[in-house]
C-alpha cells in the first residue's frame, strides 16, 4: 500500500511550451501533496505545498506563475511548468502525505518526472 | 528552524564491510527523523524513521540507524554492505510547525565495491 505514481515518468519538449505533471496518490487520500525540485547531484528543493481544494503553498525563490500546482481531489495533484526554458530541465519529485489510519502522517514519493527543454 | 547535514558526499565501501552514513541535524523540540535511499532516476523511497521510543531503528533492506541525542545525530548504519546498497542516501527532518514539511540534507553517495 501507500504508493504514489507520476506521469510522465520523462519529458522532452521545446522551448516555450507548457509541460504537465500528474501525481498520484493510488491507495491512500492525501490531503496535502509536496513538489520537489532536484538537480543533478544535489538534494530535493521543495517547491511547493498544495492542500487538496486549496492554493499551493510556493516556497521562496519559486515562481508560482511559472509552476502552477492544482490539487483538486485527494488523489490527484497536478504541476504545469508554463513556457518552460532550459534551465526548467530538472527532476521533479512529487510527495502525498497519507491521512489514512495505517499510514498517518507519512509522506510518500513519486519515481519522479525527468523533464528536458531543448 | 530545521536542519540537517550530511557531512559526506561520498562513500566508498567494500562488499561484506559495515557501512556508515553520517547525519546531524538541528531542531527545536523533539526530532523526527528519518532516511531515504534513491537510485538512480527513481524517487525516494523510505528506509526507516525515529519519532521516539529506542535510540536503535531498524528499518528495511537490514538497514538501522542510531539516534543520538548528545550528539544530535543519526547515523545510517548496515552491519554488511552489499553491492546492491550503492545509491544515494537522503537522511530528513520534519519540520515540527505549520505544514510539517520534510527537509532534506545534501545527499551521500554510497559505493559498495565489489
Known amino acids: 500500500g501507500a504508493v504514489v505514481s507520476q506521469h510522465p515518468s520523462r519529458v522532452i519538449c521545446k522551448s516555450g511550451t507548457s509541460v504537465k505533471i500528474e501525481c498520484r496518490s493510488l491507495?491512500?487520500?492525501?490531503?496535502?501533496m509536496f513538489w520537489y525540485r532536484q538537480f543533478p547531484k544535489q538534494s530535493l528543493m521543495l517547491m511547493a505545498t498544495?492542500?487538496?481544494?486549496?492554493?499551493?503553498?510556493?516556497e521562496q525563490g519559486v515562481e508560482k506563475d511559472k509552476f502552477l500546482i492544482n490539487h483538486a481531489s485527494l488523489t490527484l495533484s497536478t504541476l504545469t511548468v508554463t513556457s518552460a526554458h532550459p534551465e526548467d530541465s530538472s527532476f521533479y519529485i512529487c510527495?502525498?502525505?497519507?491521512?489514512?489510519?495505517?499510514?498517518?502522517?507519512?509522506?510518500?514519493f513519486g519515481p519522479g518526472t525527468r523533464l528536458t527543454v531543448l | 528552524a530545521q536542519s540537517v547535514a550530511q557531512p559526506e558526499d561520498q562513500v566508498n565501501v567494500a562488499e561484506g564491510n559495515p557501512l556508515t552514513v553520517k547525519c546531524t541535524y538541528s531542531v527545536s523540540g523533539n526530532p523526527y527523523l528519518f532516511w531515504y535511499v534513491q537510485y538512480p532516476n527513481r524517487g525516494l523511497q523510505f528506509l526507516l524513521k525515529y519519532i521516539t521510543g529506542d535510540n536503535l531503528v531498524k528499518g528495511s533492506y537490514g538497514f538501522e540507524a542510531e539516534f543520538n541525542k548528545s550528539q544530535t545525530s543519526f547515523h545510517l548504519k548496515k552491519p554488511s554492505a552489499l553491492v546492491s546498497d550503492s545509491a544515494l542516501y537522503f537522511c530528513a527532518v520534519r519540520d515540527q510547525t505549520g505544514a510539517n514539511n520534510l527537509f532534506f540534507g545534501t545527499g551521500t553517495r554510497l559505493t559498495v565495491i565489489p
Open positions: 498544495s492542500n487538496e481544494g486549496s492554493k499551493a503553498t510556493y
Open positions: 491507495d491512500f487520500q492525501a490531503t496535502t
Open positions: 510527495s502525498a502525505r497519507s491521512m489514512t489510519s495505517e499510514y498517518y502522517n507519512e509522506q510518500f
